[in-house]
């Protein structure tokens, strides 16, 4: 049971590269989120989707874009990479509202990004 | 704006002691508390989850409490084993919301 997986766990990109990190869930959740988690800062939601389709922003969307073209997946883009976007990412899932189940988030093990 | 702190930011214990850890939270208008438990290089782990009707929740040696009309919420350890060694990390969801607010953390070191 591989519950929520990220690609790559590690990443060094330069100032202005692009890249996507990639979340996959085989539990048939339909809420997803990327968060970012900074030393001291806690976690920070950066974007979130309530099913196939659909995204929204959360509290440090800014250089960043998602697509969730299949339920499973959940992908999260950098466009334009900056050093202030060096953190730890980490994805997640959830049953949907309409479940007791909305209220209980299964990781991924993260992916570290460092920008030089 | 939710904001959820959670102090000491470290916090080392030798084994066999009880321990509280706390978090505070500065808005009371919320639907439900989580704590989550951190191990180095891995994701997040749900511990207990407490909804706002609730006083408490337990699990094994782990009890956590919640007071919403003060904003403050604790995890109380029994017994601690190096095992639980982690960073423990609580999350808050506002009432109008579906995304959590999380504190910093604790990070618990059980000396052996």
């Known amino acids: 049971n591989a519950g929520v997986t990220q690609t790559p766990k590690f990443r060094v990109l330069k100032t202005g590269q692009s890249m996507t990190l990639l979340c996959a869930q085989d539990?048939?959740?339909?809420?997803m989120y990327w968060y970012r988690q900074d030393p001291g800062m806690g976690l920070r939601l950066i974007h979130y989707?309530?099913?196939?389709?659909?995204?929204a922003k959360g509290e440090v969307p800014d250089g960043y874009n998602v697509s969730r073209l299949k339920k499973q997946n959940f992908l999260l883009g950098l466009e334009s990479a900056a050093p202030s976007q060096t953190s730890v990412y980490f994805c997640?899932?959830?049953?949907?509202?309409?479940?007791?189940?909305?209220?209980?988030?299964?990781f991924g093990a993260g992916s570290r990004l460092t920008v030089l | 704006k939710q904001e959820v702190t959670q102090i000491p930011a470290a916090l080392s214990v030798p084994e066999g002691e009880n321990l509280v850890l706390n978090c505070s939270f500065t808005d009371s208008a919320i639907y439900n508390l989580q704590w989550f438990r951190q191990d180095p290089g891995k994701g997040l782990t749900s511990l207990l989850l407490i909804q706002s009707s609730q006083r408490e929740q337990t699990s094994g040696r782990l009890n956590a409490s919640l007071d919403k009309s003060s904003g403050r919420s604790t995890l109380y350890i029994a017994a601690s084993q190096p095992g639980d060694s982690a960073t423990y990390l609580c999350?808050?969801?506002?009432?109008?919301?579906?995304?959590?607010?999380f504190g910093s953390g604790t990070q618990l070191t059980v000396l052996p």
């Open positions: 997640a899932s959830s049953y949907g509202a309409r479940s007791s189940g909305a209220n209980v988030l299964t």
């Open positions: 539990m048939n959740h339909e809420y």
């Open positions: 989707s309530v099913g196939e389709g659909t995204t």
């Open positions: 999350a808050v969801r506002p009432g109008s919301a579906r995304q959590l607010t």
